[in-house]
C-alpha cells in the first residue's frame, strides 16, 4: 500500500494547474458511494437451509429514502459529461479522428469487465460441476454482476459523444431540455398509456440527458452556489412532488414487489435526483477545488481513480464470494434476520470483511485498467459494432446472471457470455495486452 501510495503522489504531483480536480473527486466519490450502499443493503439470509438473496430495503421501508443520498449513478454520467467533452474536444484539437478516440474510451471500459466475466464463467463451470443448481449460480452471479448495467448504458452514450456533443456546441441548454421533454412523453406512454415497450428509451433520454449537464458544467452553466442552489432547488422540488403527489415510489433503486422502479427503466425521479445531486455538488465546487490543491487528498483521489473501475466492478463480486464462503462454512453470521437490531449492529464486521475481500481483488485485477491494446486502430463502423454487442451482452448478464435452467451445459448462458467477448474482439480491444494510462 505504501508503494502504491507513492506511485499516485508521483502522478499527482504532475498534475496540469489546468485540470479540474474537482471532477477526479466526484467520480472517485460516487463510486464510493455505491460500493458502501450496495454493502448496506446486502441482506443474503438463510432459513429452512437455503439461502436468500434479499436486501434491506424489502424488509424496512425507511430505508428506501437513503437511496436518494446513495443512488449516485447520475454523478457518474455528469462527470462523465464534463470528461468526455474534454478529451472530444482534445481529439478534435488535435486532429485524432473518432475511430482512434473511441478505441481509447472502450480499452480503458471494456478491459476490467472482461476480466470479471472471465472469472465467473470459470466460477459458474465449477458450481456447475459441483451440482449446485443453476438457477441459484444465476442468482449468485446476477448478484455479483449488477454494477455491469451501467456499463452497458455508459457506453452506449460515449458512442454518441460526437453527436451530444455537436448539440451541445449548437444548441446549448435546449438541448438537455428536449431530452426532459422525451424523458416526460416517455413516463406519460409508459404509466398512463400503458406502453411499456417505450419505457427503455428512457436509458437514452435521461442518462443522455444528465451526460449534457456535464458539458453544461464545463462551460459553466451550471456551476457556483447561486447557480448550483437553483438546480437543487428544482430538482427537489420535483422529487418530493412525484413520489409524494405522482405514481412513483420512494426509492430510486429497483425493490422487489414493487409495481414501479424508478431505476429499471429509468423515470422522471432519477432525473430529478440528477439536479439536486448535480446542484448540490456544484454549489460547493470552489472550496472543494482549492481542498483538493492540497497533496493528499488529491494523491488519495489518484489513487481511487487509478483503480476505480475495478473497485467498482468487483466490490459485489467479493460479497458474494464472502456470502458464498459463510453458507459453506454452516451459514455463520446468515441466520440473522434481515433489518433487525442485531442485524445492523452486524452491518460494520460485514463491511470491514468485504472491504478486506476487495483488495486483492483491486490489486490483482487492476492492471485490466490499463489494457485494451494499442495497436493498428479498427474502422469507426467496427468498434460501434461491436461496442453495441457488448453492451447488449452486459445488459443481459446483468439481468439474469451467468446461468440460468436449460441455458446450456451446466445451465452456462453461453450465447450471451459470448456477445462481450465477441464485440471486444471486434471492436480490437485486448484485456490482455499492457498500455500506459491517461
Known amino acids: 500500500m505504501t508503494g502504491l501510495w507513492s506511485r499516485a503522489a508521483a502522478v499527482a504531483a504532475q498534475t496540469p494547474a489546468s485540470r479540474n480536480r474537482y471532477v477526479d473527486f466526484l467520480r472517485a466519490l460516487s463510486i464510493g458511494a455505491v460500493v458502501i450502499g450496495h454493502w448496506i443493503v446486502a441482506a443474503p439470509y438463510t432459513g429452512g437451509g437455503e439461502i436468500t438473496l434479499s436486501n434491506v430495503l424489502e424488509y424496512q421501508p425507511w430505508t428506501r429514502w437513503l437511496t436518494w443520498v446513495f443512488q449516485v449513478m447520475p454523478i457518474f454520467f455528469l462527470v462523465g459529461g464534463y470528461s468526455n467533452g474534454v478529451s472530444w474536444e482534445s481529439a478534435r484539437n488535435r486532429g485524432q479522428g473518432y475511430a482512434e478516440w473511441l478505441a481509447a474510451r472502450l480499452g480503458r471500459l471494456l478491459g476490467p469487465v472482461l476480466a470479471l466475466l472471465a472469472i465467473w464463467v470459470l466460477l459458474g463451470v465449477g458450481m456447475g460441476l459441483g451440482g449446485v443448481d443453476a438457477t441459484l449460480v444465476g442468482g449468485l452471479s446476477q448478484m455479483a454482476l449488477i454494477p455491469i448495467w451501467f456499463l452497458a448504458v455508459y457506453m452506449m452514450v460515449v458512442l454518441v459523444v460526437p453527436l451530444t456533443y455537436a448539440a451541445w456546441r449548437r444548441y446549448g441548454m435546449l438541448s438537455f431540455w428536449v431530452l426532459v421533454g422525451a424523458a ?22 435521461i442518462w443522455v440527458a444528465v451526460h449534457q449537464l456535464g458539458y453544461a458544467w464545463r462551460d459553466g452553466h451550471t456551476a457556483g452556489l447561486r447557480k448550483g442552489a437553483a438546480w437543487a432547488a428544482l430538482g427537489g422540488v420535483a422529487l418530493v412532488a412525484m413520489v409524494t403527489l405522482g405514481p412513483y415510489p420512494v426509492s430510486m433503486v429497483s425493490v422487489p414487489g414493487e409495481t414501479i422502479s424508478n431505476s429499471l427503466p429509468p423515470k422522471l425521479p ?24 492540497r497533496a493528499i487528498p488529491w494523491t488519495g483521489t489518484v489513487l481511487v481513480n487509478g483503480m476505480i473501475m ?6 459485489l463480486t467479493a460479497a458474494t464470494l464472502i456470502v458464498g464462503v459463510a453458507f459453506l462454512l454452516g451459514d455463520v453470521g446468515l441466520g440473522v434476520a434481515p433489518g433487525s437490531g442485531g442485524w445492523w449492529a452486524v452491518r460494520p464486521l460485514w463491511l470491514a470483511v468485504y472491504a478486506l475481500t476487495l483488495v486483492p481483488c483491486a490489486l490483482a485485477f487492476g492492471r485490466f485498467e490499463r489494457s485494451g491494446g494499442r495497436g493498428r486502430v479498427p474502422p469507426g463502423w467496427r468498434l460501434a459494432i461491436g461496442a453495441t454487442l457488448a ?19 451446466l445451465g452456462l448462458r453461453l450465447w450471451v457470455l459470448a456477445l462481450p467477448f465477441a464485440g471486444a474482439a471486434l471492436a480490437g480491444v485486448n484485456p490482455l495486452s499492457r498500455t500506459t494510462p491517461a
Open 270 to 293: 432519477m432525473l430529478a435526483l440528477a439536479l439536486v445531486h448535480t446542484g448540490l455538488l456544484l454549489s460547493i465546487e470552489g472550496p472543494m477545488r482549492r481542498w483538493l490543491d
Open 310 to 315: 475495478t473497485v467498482f466492478l468487483w466490490h
Open 184 to 205: 416526460i412523453v416517455d413516463d406519460v406512454l409508459f404509466l398512463a398509456a400503458g406502453v411499456s415497450a417505450v419505457g427503455w428509451l428512457n436509458y437514452a433520454f
Open 391 to 409: 453492451c447488449a451482452g452486459l445488459a443481459l448478464v446483468a439481468l439474469e446472471g451467468v446461468a440460468a435452467p436449460g441455458s446450456g451445459p
